[in-house]
C-alpha cells in the first residue's frame, strides 16, 4: 500500500496576511529562483547553493590544512568567511521559507 499526501506549494500565510509584500517584484524574483528548474530538476537557488557549498568544502579542506600544521595567522579569516557561508545557508532557508509552504520545505528536503 501506498501513502500519499499533498502539501500546499506557495506559503498561503504571507500570501493571506501579507499580501502587498508577496506581490512585490523581489519575491516574484525569488520564487523564479525556488520553483524554476533545470533539465536535471534543480533550480537556480539549488544550483547557486551548490556553487556556495563547493567553495565552503575547499574552505574547510584549507582551514584544516592550517589547523593540522598549527599555522594560526589565518583564523581570524576562516571564522569570517565561515560566518558568511553560515549566513548564506540562513538566507537560502528564509528564501525557501518565503516562498513555498513549511510542508513543501520539508518534503523536499
Known amino acids: 500500500q501506498y501513502s500519499f499526501w499533498t502539501t500546499p506549494k506557495y506559503n498561503e500565510t504571507l500570501e493571506r496576511w501579507f499580501p502587498r509584500f508577496y506581490a512585490l517584484p523581489i519575491m516574484a524574483t525569488m520564487k523564479d529562483y525556488v520553483w524554476t528548474q533545470d533539465e536535471n530538476g534543480n533550480s537556480k537557488l539549488d544550483g ?13 579542506v584549507a582551514e584544516s590544512y592550517y589547523d593540522f600544521r598549527h599555522v594560526s595567522a589565518y583564523s581570524s579569516l576562516f571564522a569570517f ?19 513555498m509552504s513549511w510542508a513543501e520545505y520539508i518534503s523536499a528536503s
Open 81 to 99: 568567511v565561515e560566518a558568511v557561508f553560515g549566513l548564506a545557508y540562513v538566507v537560502e532557508f528564509f528564501v525557501c521559507i518565503l516562498c
Open 48 to 60: 547557486i547553493m551548490t556553487v556556495v557549498l563547493c567553495w565552503n568544502t575547499a574552505v574547510v
